[in-house]
């Protein structure tokens, strides 16, 4: 018979990082609100929380994070404006965002990690699983890999981490995990991981992205990993001990995906990504497509 797992229903967001790689744009401007075609990149991180069923969600901030905050409160001016001149559709844009979820706020006072700042959310989230969300990995609406991990997570319970296969070269810049087969050909039982391994010392080619579920036993981890990789407390880390002793928090598996993937997190791939997704927008694409194909067609 199958085992019954609490159902998640809060996602938390880290987006308390400088930034430094998109200076001097966010100076001023956090990075998470940096326009992917018309919506800031963490727009499309909650949405898919959403999505997913998770519409309790905590944004782990910093200082200079406020507009992440007032992106998703109401603009009572604004919005009177665009009422004012019957301009509905941008109406209904900007109300979007403040309708979408609801928000919470938690401060994490020192950039010390990812892992610290997961931990940030235990007072919110209790002795649930929760999911975490990384803003920098955009994934497309039409590959639900949250869902999918959702699905692992309450048949198996523990832990469950999103893994793509890359390159052994670029494993180096990834978290990367040990693996073992399941019955699932998606699905995979996580035995061992190491934050960004050299190449030649890495146990395969799986590397870590920016989606989790989380057994709420990771706390407890957290709260005695000492700082590892870069002097900051590493959220792999603590998985690597999950993975090791079952008997914590549950095993830990790792969903494959395959499927459409955006990092902004990269001035080349971010600039990729704009393009990737207003060639498919229908409003946009058509034209933007022809005038890049001519573009592309002079420039060669």
């Not at 159902?7 to 200076?23: D, E, M, N, Q, Y």
């Not at 975490?132 to 990995?137: A, H, K, N, Q």
Request: net charge negative; proline share 7%; charged share 25%.
């Amino acid at each position: 018979m199958t085992q019954s797992h609490p159902r998640i229903s809060k996602a938390v967001i880290p987006a308390a990082g400088l930034g430094t790689r998109f200076l001097p744009a966010t100076k001023a401007t956090p990075k998470e609100m940096l326009p992917v075609v018309d919506k800031p990149a963490i727009q499309y991180v909650v949405e898919e929380a959403v999505s997913a069923g998770l519409d309790d969600v905590l944004m782990v901030t910093g200082r200079n994070k406020r507009p992440l905050e007032d992106h998703f409160d109401r603009n009572y001016e604004l919005e009177s404006a665009l009422q004012k001149k019957g301009d509905a559709a941008r109406l209904a844009k900007v109300q979007q965002s403040s309708d979408l979820a609801t928000m919470h706020y938690v401060r994490q006072g020192d950039p010390k990690g990812l892992g610290h700042a997961v931990l940030c959310a235990a007072p919110h989230v209790g002795q649930e699983p929760f999911a975490v969300l990384l803003g920098d990995d955009l994934i497309d609406p039409r590959d639900p890999l949250l869902q999918r991990m959702i699905e692992v997570q309450e048949r198996n319970g523990g832990s469950v981490v999103a893994l793509m296969e890359v390159a052994p070269e670029q494993i180096h810049l990834y978290g990367c995990a040990a693996v073992e087969a399941t019955v699932d050909s998606d699905v995979v039982k996580v035995t061992g991981l190491v934050e960004k391994p050299d190449p030649a010392d890495a146990p395969s080619n799986y590397a870590i992205i920016g989606r989790y579920v989380l057994d709420p036993s990771v706390f407890g981890i957290l709260r005695q990993t000492e700082p590892g990789r870069g002097g900051e407390i590493q959220l792999t880390d603590a998985l690597q001990q999950l993975a090791q002793d079952e008997k914590v928090g549950g095993p830990v598996h790792g969903v494959v995906f395959k499927g459409r993937r955006y990092d902004t997190g990269d001035r080349g791939d971010y600039l990729r990504a704009i393009v990737r997704l207003a060639c498919e927008r229908e409003d946009l694409g058509p034209d933007f497509r022809s005038w890049l194909r001519s573009y592309v067609t002079e420039e060669m």
